[in-house]
């Protein structure tokens, strides 16, 4: 199984007060971690190798976690002195993904996404999973066209990208090691017919704001 990255850096400032002293992937949903269910799942799906990068107040979430032992996988940590964005955050760990594919998934959302059903298809630099656009992005992000995903013209409504992907390393390997956001370079190979992605139409909630936690954390207990 692949290893996968799980982005959790972001100061969580719509969050606030709520994180003003808590890293958002530490804030409860139906009484665990916002966090622990992403690495839970990924366990389930097989995954044995997990990287995490953190920022503000990462060291709550390392010492929560640990080494990842007591969820059946293997935690390794990519701490950032400063916020490198996406982009700068998977680049800064690609040393500790290794060479083949890996599953990225964004830490301030909450999905029930079977990630075991994950691959890449040959010669892609990326899969994404889109969903249907929620209303904080009804434009969406992306088209999606016979299992490839495209760049949308002016005034074309596309899907939402969910924070789920396969990346391989080469989408990031040649940039400079500083911060950038990720989704130009998903742009560009886009444009070159190298991105696929797939509809995802499950439970997915963006938990962005303390509405929308409240939101997961009614789902989950659902």
């Given at each position: 199984m692949?290893?996968?990255?799980?982005?959790a850096?972001g100061?969580?400032?719509?969050m606030?007060?709520l994180?003003l002293?808590t890293?958002?992937?530490?804030?409860?949903?139906?009484d665990?971690?916002?966090?622990?269910?992403?690495?839970?799942?990924?366990?389930?799906?097989?995954?044995?190798e997990?990287?995490?990068?953190?920022a503000?107040?990462?060291?709550q979430?390392?010492?929560?976690?640990?080494?990842g032992?007591?969820?059946?996988l293997?935690?390794r940590?990519?701490?950032?002195g400063e916020?490198?964005?996406?982009?700068g955050g998977?680049?800064?760990?690609l040393?500790?993904?290794?060479d083949?594919p890996f599953?990225?998934i964004?830490g301030?959302?909450w999905?029930?996404?079977d990630?075991?059903?994950?691959?890449?298809p040959?010669?892609m630099?990326?899969?994404?999973v889109?969903?249907?656009?929620?209303v904080?992005?009804?434009?969406?992000d992306f088209?999606?066209?016979?299992g490839?995903?495209g760049?949308?013209?002016?005034?074309?409504?596309?899907l939402?990208?969910?924070?789920?992907?396969?990346?391989?390393?080469?989408?990031?390997?040649?940039?400079?090691?500083?911060?950038f956001?990720?989704a130009?370079l998903?742009?560009?190979?886009?444009?070159?017919?190298?991105?696929?992605?797939e509809?995802?139409?499950g439970?997915?909630?963006?938990?962005?704001?303390?509405?929308?936690?409240?939101?997961?954390d009614?789902?989950a207990?659902?």
């Amino acid at each position: 199984m692949m290893r996968a990255m799980v982005l959790a850096a972001g100061k969580g400032e719509r969050m606030r007060p709520l994180t003003l002293h808590t890293p958002k992937p530490l804030l409860p949903v139906a009484d665990k971690p916002l966090l622990q269910w992403h690495i839970e799942a990924l366990a389930t799906a097989g995954v044995a190798e997990l990287v995490i990068n953190h920022a503000w107040l990462g060291e709550q979430i390392e010492r929560y976690f640990g080494d990842g032992s007591r969820f059946g996988l293997r935690i390794r940590w990519s701490a950032e002195g400063e916020p490198l964005e996406t982009g700068g955050g998977i680049r800064k760990a690609l040393p500790l993904l290794g060479d083949a594919p890996f599953i990225l998934i964004n830490g301030d959302v909450w999905t029930r996404y079977d990630f075991a059903q994950l691959a890449l298809p040959e010669g892609m630099l990326a899969h994404l999973v889109l969903i249907d656009n929620p209303v904080h992005n009804p434009n969406g992000d992306f088209l999606l066209t016979d299992g490839l995903v495209g760049n949308p013209a002016a005034g074309q409504v596309g899907l939402t990208y969910s924070g789920i992907a396969v990346l391989h390393p080469d989408l990031l390997a040649e940039h400079p090691e500083v911060a950038f956001a990720l989704a130009p370079l998903l742009r560009a190979a886009a444009e070159q017919g190298r991105v696929s992605g797939e509809h995802f139409r499950g439970a997915w909630i963006d938990v962005g704001t303390p509405e929308r936690l409240a939101d997961a954390d009614r789902v989950a207990r659902g």
